[in-house]
């Protein structure tokens, strides 16, 4: 069956520290993926998108990797502060435009 | 300033009062969506729309409807709302192109009893 799996349901890090989040996908063959911010009672933010044919994806402290080999997606923070914290989605378009899929989603802590 | 308007915020209903839950884009979105988030579930699509009149079934359509009459308004109507139907809806919108960004509203969040 298809599936959206992020590596864990919590993750606490210290302030300065990289944090790193994983998003496995089974079952699909996305053309890309795309990572978002979501706060407490808030609607999801779009963050990055990053393409098959794209090894890795920047934006300020950010850094997203995409492996299609491996069917996985790795999002970086670099250098964590306190605002960092909230939830972290990965999402991918298995029907090119038609739907998009979600992860359950990381929250993220950085602890001062 | 652009944005995705959903009303109301919270909503508390019983079991079989119908309701409607307005969702509206000021960005000339071709594309719109529904989804529920539930805790453990994430977010799950409930219907989406390419255009004006023309909408399809997500992954959980079950008790919903929708439609399009405009290109910026995407009602999600309950005819008969359940306990199970108690979540936290977001409405989305993006331009046409698949890979464009989903911009989301603030969510509405439902209380069936």
């Known amino acids: 069956s298809q599936k959206i799996e992020q590596n864990s349901e919590a993750l606490n890090i210290q302030e300065g520290k990289t944090a790193t989040l994983t998003c496995n996908y089974t079952?699909?063959?996305?053309?890309?993926l795309q990572w978002y911010r979501q706060d407490p009672g808030r609607g999801p933010v779009f963050l990055l998108l990053?393409?098959?044919?794209?090894k890795e994806k920047r934006k300020e402290r950010l850094k997203v990797t995409f492996d299609t080999t491996l069917k996985q997606s790795l999002f970086h923070i670099t250098a964590s502060q306190p605002a960092d914290s909230a939830t972290y989605l990965c999402?991918?378009?298995?029907?090119?435009?038609?739907?998009?899929?979600f992860g359950p989603g990381t929250r993220l802590s950085v602890l001062p | 300033e652009a944005q995705v308007t959903q009303n109301p915020r919270y909503l508390i209903t019983v079991t079989g009062k119908k309701l409607t839950v307005t969702c509206s884009q000021n960005?000339?979105?071709?594309?719109m969506s529904w989804y529920r988030q539930d805790p453990g579930l994430g977010l799950r699509q409930i219907y989406y729309?390419?255009?004006?009149?023309?909408?399809d079934k997500g992954d959980v359509p079950e008790g919903y409807k929708v439609s399009r009459k405009e290109k910026r308004n995407f009602p999600l109507i309950l005819e008969s709302p359940s306990p199970n139907q108690t979540s936290l809806y977001f409405c989305?919108?993006?331009?046409?192109?698949?890979?464009?960004?989903?911009?989301f509203g603030n969510g509405t969040r439902l209380t069936v009893t």
């Open positions: 989305a919108s993006r331009p046409g192109q698949g890979n464009s960004p989903l911009h």
């Open positions: 079952n699909y063959s996305p053309a890309y």
């Open positions: 990053i393409r098959e044919n794209e």
């Open positions: 999402a991918l378009d298995p029907n090119y435009g038609q739907n998009f899929v």
């Open positions: 960005m000339n979105h071709e594309y």
């Open positions: 729309s390419m255009n004006v009149e023309v909408t």
